[in-house]
């Protein structure tokens, strides 16, 4: 509906309202009235009904009375002609006790006769009397003497003189007997007569209101009393007409007053498309100093400002085009985090107008760490402004601990806290938290090879990867909400940014391990092992190399399944790190085959490692699940062979062949044991030349030559995870 419709709704609904409801009112007025008189009459004519039928009533009783009175039956006869020629009752009757008439008077009304002290009426009614007990003067009953008075048309027509309304008897079934009223009316007044219970009053559609009244004690006719009523003729037409006629003069007036509002509100709406279609030169007549002409006016101002701030915006869009595609680029270009920082941070600083900020990171002690900052001279919190790694703030402390702690951005001035939280000191601030992209695993992702499962405490319960903060603008003005949005945005790059180096690094590591035990790949063993024997070459040390294989593993997989022997994989591996040092490695070449890793390392430190791996993997037997869902120990054994290089081979390859060749040496004498490596025929040439001894030198780590290099350090677990070659079906 347009505004012009719905001013002219509104105006006829003010005006025909009050028309409406007056019209009603009259209406309901009048009728109330009408129908309250009408009620009122009808009360006092129900009540006139009964004085005149309990009048009667009482005239009867006593003729009956008269006539019971004489104790000589002929007197008796002759004292109830003379009641009848009196006009004391229209008959008499007397009843013996055996139920036989003695004596009654001629032209008595036909029967059945109604009997005043009756409840109700039980048939047609044709008299109404009243009868008393004859006895004679000892007392004993003779029978009975009635005295009658026909109900008859005349009777009803009496009862109406004397009421002043419409009397209508009625027999048992509800027909009429005699009646007083009209032939047009008397169908309606029959069918509301139906409706009427107790002293309610119904009214017919012609007008006429009625009561019914009896049969009850005392009154045993089924009368029904109606009046006409008297509102006026034609009042609800005449009601309706003045209603019309309102309506129209409504209209009219409602459509001039809405053609002469709407006027100048259109030609407003057509400036505001005009607006709305990027025409800001728009603009619209002022005809009027009322509400609608500085409305008109107002509008004007605004599209003036808004042509202004649309340039200004135009300008400040180009200028953060060019930083998002500096950001684009650097995301895109390289997987250096401290870069990538920077760039998010400076572009944040020019796209708020902020002086200066900072781009912290949760570590794994749950402390917020600088990575980058930029303009913080003279707000540095410690001594050592060159470094942003000394700016640290424990989460939930001031206000970056609090982002970090809730996950909600803050903004706002600066109140420094007691004690001091470690923050730079400010005078207007915006903080916001920035955390994994939706979908990507939490800070640290899965479990690293050879190191434990990241703490819970690692990440704050928001899930907050860092914070990135801005402070102080020009003028010391607060930031606003739009400068929080923008902030987001930064702080969303800056989420995706750590996320995806994250990424990088965990995709570099997950190529180097195997996905089943953790352990480093077959891959990153041939890298190991060229790096570890250049490292022993250049600093004249020894490295002992491991080849472990599960015995009868098959037998596992065969009796209780592959899952079974999967997790007596796991298991396996997850004990030799344990007994390892930390500069171990571990690898799995494929299957049940194992590799590990002893720098500086001779041949007698890797047999008391093997000894130790043997023992630790035979004493105590695996639990799995079997087939049946129970827990089930399964023994397990390792063969492991041994080869030292440079006692053993020149190269990497050869020294992983002589440990195998080893290994099958021990397969070959029973499994669970291990076999030292045979010296090759010739001994290969050392590259480094080494002085021999008979001890080892004053640092205690073997040498290459060595007779005898002493006890190695051991324990501990492996760095990192291991690497896989092919089974050789042992």
């Known amino acids: 509906m347009t505004l012009r419709g719905r001013l002219t709704a509104a105006f006829l609904t003010v005006v025909l309202g009050p028309v409406l409801l007056g019209a009603f009112f009259v209406g309901s007025t009048l009728s109330a009235v009408d129908r309250g008189r009408a009620t009122e009459r009808l009360g006092l004519a129900a009540a006139g009904v009964r004085t005149s039928v309990d009048a009667l009533c009482q005239q009867l009783r006593a003729a009956a009375d008269a006539v019971a009175l004489v104790a000589d039956p002929a007197a008796r006869s002759r004292a109830a002609d003379q009641v009848v020629s009196r006009g004391l009752a229209a008959a008499v009757q007397i009843v013996d006790t055996a139920g036989r008439t003695s004596y009654a008077t001629l032209g008595g009304p036909a029967g059945p006769w109604q009997d005043c002290a009756a409840d109700a009426a039980t048939g047609p009614v044709r008299a109404l009397a009243a009868r008393v007990r004859l006895r004679d003067p000892a007392g004993a009953d003779l029978g009975t003497v009635a005295a009658a008075q026909p109900v008859d048309p005349a009777f009803v027509a009496r009862l109406a003189a004397v009421t002043g309304v419409g009397v209508t008897l009625l027999d048992d079934p509800g027909r009429i007997t ?61 009601l309706v007409g003045a209603v019309v006629l309102a309506a129209l003069l409504a209209v009219l007036a409602a459509w001039r007053l809405a053609r002469v509002t709407t006027r100048p509100l259109v030609e407003l709406a057509g400036a505001v498309d005009r607006v709305a279609h990027g025409d800001l030169t728009a603009r619209v007549p002022v005809r009027s ?41 650097t995301l895109a270009s390289t997987h250096d985090l401290q870069r990538i920082l920077r760039v998010i941070l400076h572009s944040a600083i ?36 060159a470094d942003p790694a ?98 987001r945005t930064f702080a969303g790059h800056a989420a995706v940014a750590v996320e995806n180096v994250r990424v990088h690094e965990e995709a570099q590591r997950l190529s180097l391990t195997d996905p089943l035990t953790g352990l480093w790949n077959y891959r990153y063993l041939r890298e190991s092992i060229r790096r570890e024997v250049e490292r022993a070459n250049r600093f004249g040390r020894m490295l002992s190399v491991l080849a472990l294989d599960l015995d009868r593993f098959k037998d596992v997989n065969d009796t209780w399944g592959h899952a079974a022997g999967d997790a007596v994989l796991v298991e396996f591996a997850r004990r030799v790190r344990g007994e390892i040092r930390e500069v171990d490695l571990a690898f799995r070449q494929g299957g049940e085959e194992f590799v590990v890793l002893l720098p500086e390392t001779d041949a007698r430190g890797a047999t008391i490692v093997a000894e130790r791996l043997g023992s630790v993997v035979r004493d105590q037997p ?26 053993h081979a020149a190269g990497g390859q050869q020294v992983l062949d002589a440990a195998d060749d080893a290994l099958y040496a021990a397969k070959a004498a029973g499994r669970d044991g291990y076999r030292l490596a045979r010296a090759p025929d010739p001994v290969p040439t050392h590259e480094i030349p080494v002085v021999a001894a008979a001890v080892s030198p004053p640092d205690g780590l073997p040498r290459a030559g060595a007779e005898d290099a002493g006890p190695v350090a051991q324990g501990g677990a492996s760095s990192g995870p291991h690497p896989p070659r092919q089974s050789r079906g042992r």
């Not at 703490?455 to 909400?481: I, K, M, N, W």
């Not at 869902?629 to 062979?641: D, K, L, M, Q, R």
């Open 178 to 238: 005699h009646t007083t009223e009209d032939r047009e009316v008397r169908a309606a007044v029959l069918a509301a007569a139906r409706e009427a219970a107790g002293d309610r009053v119904t009214d017919t559609a012609d007008g006429r209101y009625v009561r019914r009244i009896g049969p009850s004690p005392g009154q045993p006719l089924p009368l029904v009393l109606s009046v006409p009523g008297q509102r006026p003729p034609g009042l609800y037409a005449a």
């Open 289 to 329: 100093r009322d509400e609608i002409g500085r409305l008109a006016g107002a509008f004007n101002r605004m599209t003036r400002e808004t042509g202004s701030y649309v340039a200004a915006l135009t300008s400040s869009r180009d200028q953060l085009r060019g930083h998002l595609t500096v950001l684009g680029d």
């Open 350 to 385: 020019v796209a708020t107008g902020a002086r200066a900020g900072a781009v912290l990171l949760l570590d794994g002690d749950g402390v917020l760490v600088g990575q980058c900052v930029e303009g913080l001279d003279g707000r540095w919190p410690t001594g050592d402004p």
């Open 390 to 487: 000394t700016l640290r703030v424990q989460v939930g402390a001031g206000v970056l601990g609090a982002v970090a702690a809730t996950g909600e951005p803050l903004r706002g001035r600066w109140e420094p806290a007691d004690p001091p939280t470690g923050e730079p000191s400010c005078e207007t601030y915006v903080a916001v938290p920035f955390a994994a992209p939706h979908g990507a695993e939490p800070r640290g992702g899965p479990d690293r090879p050879g190191h434990p499962p990241a703490d819970d405490d690692d990440a704050t319960e928001c899930g907050a990867l860092g914070v990135l903060a801005l402070y102080d603008r020009p003028g010391a003005d607060e930031f606003d909400d739009g400068d929080l949005v923008t902030l």
């Open 622 to 647: 695996v639990r799995v699940e079997g087939h049946t869902g129970e827990p089930i120990a399964v023994p397990v054994t390792v063969s492991i062979g041994i080869a030292v290089y440079p006692d």
